[in-house]
């Protein structure tokens, strides 16, 4: 397999200007995961005098330590909450990712509890239903960490009432296919929310703090009288011996997580997987910390891309196919921490020769089941009348409908742009790909600011002129709110805060994120859970 040969000069101008505009995202993206972190550590005062651990602080408990954690849409609701981004605390009132416990790599999905009492917030209701999705598609086991005030009633909108009952259907389905959900409840778990409890096939409940009941003491004497204290009604004592909705009884936040933790040990989830072989590979020639400086800050100038695969490939290996075939596409094979890959990438707009030439590498990586990694950099498919009469939208539709029909895993990261149709054939977020994530410079677009804003004034010029008279100060100020309104939607801070990925990442962690998720995929691939027509039904 041939070695990629870099050309690119870390000490150039322009590789330094393209290393500092990343790093300022980086710090950017991580200071809202850490506001979120910090406004939660807020109530540890409250927590401490319930007894009761902050919920990274059980997150932490629960996974295996030194074992890696791939945090889920981390960005959830940024600027949604609250427009000024300097006071929005994203996260969607939810911690999720995919991490190891008791040596089963399995969903977590935790309640962020530390803030409004973990009550929802903008976002995660998409945010756990991408969560769950990933854990159907990928075959993995689901643990919850409950404990939230469920909806907040003075922000409540049907909407997200009537679409929130996809999350408990989908507990339900998970369940069906064989795999494991196991909840602790750490606190509240009230009114529909009862339900996230109670369609868990495996319950953990807290004497003297987790509650689960339809209708709380206050509802509960409104609606027919009675009174009753939330112990009576709901705690864990009951449940555990009388109603039955609890399974185990633990002492505190640390005996139930302990009480997790051997649940997992004790499931044989790994009956299916063959012994463990350690894998021989060499790491790339070139140092990840060059990604911070291949991209420029602008999404219009070239970049070549496979200065991106020669630092994330085994070896720096790269096995081009049709390399001289619609060169503006790049497509091969490589490794990573030796598992094989096929990679679609563009060095520029997609013609109908790359189109074609995708098409076809697409099919053969089905053929061969090898999964597919689609690095986004594109301003779209090419336009013009030569390619319109070569057949652009012909080849194009070619390659949305492999990408569409694919029997493999699809990987998606937004690299630099991903603009227009281009988006859709490179396996944009609305074509399902198994993981999706975003660097932090990624633009995602119909088009870009200025195209859209040309385009209108051409459009509202030439309907000026039919009336005529043309109005040059009106075309300015047109231009100028589409380029802003554009701008303001394209970055990965509106993105991905709307789960239109599934989180940002360090380009440098690039080659450590597709190596999980590449395992994890292939787990799935070899994985065969048992099935049943119905989920596990509480006694």
Known sequence: MATIESNISAAGDTFQANREGMLA?????RGYEERSAATSAKSRERFEKRGQLLPRERLSLLLDPGTPF???????????DNPDLEKSVPGGGVISGIGWVSGVRVMVNASDSGIDAGALQPMGIPKQLRVQELALENKLP????????GANLMTYKVEEFVTGGSLFRNLARMSAAG?????VTHGSSTAGGAYQTGLSDYIVMVRDRSRAFLAGPPLLKAATGEIATEEELGGAVMHTSISGLGDYLAEDDRDAIRIAREILAHIDWHRDMPPERAGKFKPPRYDAEELLGIMPMDPKRPVNMKEV??????????LEFGENYGSATVVGHFKIEGLPVGVVTNNGPI?????????HFIQACCQSKTPILYLNNTTGYIVGKDYEEAGIIKHGSKMIQAVTNATVPQITIYCGASFGAGNYGMCGRGF?????FSWPNA???VMGGEQAAKTMAIVTEAAMRRKGEVDQAKLDELERRIIDRFDSQMSVFTTSARVLDDGVIDPRDTRAVLAKVLAICREAELRQPQAMQFSVARP
Request: charge should be negative; aromatic fraction near 6%.
């Open 432 to 436: 399902h790909p198994r993981f999706c």
């Open 179 to 183: 795999l494991p959900v196991i909840t």
């Open 443 to 445: 633009k995602t677009a």
């Open 25 to 29: 995202l980086i710090e950017r993206v």
């Open 70 to 80: 791939l945090p889920i849409c981390s960005l959830a609701g940024l600027g949604l």
């Open 309 to 318: 695969i020669a630092r994330i490939a085994d070896d720096s290996e790269f």
């Open 142 to 149: 689901y643990v919850q960490l409950v404990e939230s005030a």
């Open 351 to 359: 013609d109908p020769a790359g189109a074609t030439k995708a098409t």
